[in-house]
């Protein structure tokens, strides 16, 4: 839908039923790839910024190979509980969430809280 009018229509059928923002909207096929650059690669904890390119890197193996919208995120937190609660709040973007280069076993701890507070996919592959 393009921004008209008409795009209200859009809006009143997602306050109806939730479920109708993966219809009307891009959410469906946009995926978050987030970090805190804590374990990157080999370089170990390089910090959000440095990671940004291999976060790229990931989004476009996401498109090239499943044709998957990605936005990376570098979020400068290494605080778990404040981590979970940035990505929590992200929920209304994104249909799936994809940790990615967060070290062990703080990886572990975030996605298995943000499965028990989101409704959408969690997953890593570190």
Do not use: Q, W
């Amino acid at each position: 839908l393009a921004y008209s009018p008409g795009v209200a229509a859009a809006c009143e059928e997602i306050v109806a039923d939730p479920a109708n923002a993966f219809r009307y909207t891009s959410r469906g096929n946009l995926v978050a790839v987030v970090t805190n650059g804590t374990a990157v690669l080999g370089l170990g904890d390089i910090g959000p910024l440095a990671s940004k390119p291999v976060m790229e890197g990931k989004g476009c193996l996401f498109k090239k190979f499943a044709g998957i919208d990605v936005f990376d995120l570098e979020l400068n937190e290494k605080n778990l509980d404040k981590l979970v609660d940035v990505i929590t709040a992200l929920e209304p973007t994104f249909g799936g969430i994809n940790l990615e280069d967060i070290k062990a076993p703080d990886c572990f701890y975030v996605e298995r809280e943000l499965r028990k507070r989101m409704k959408i996919p969690v997953f890593h592959d570190d």
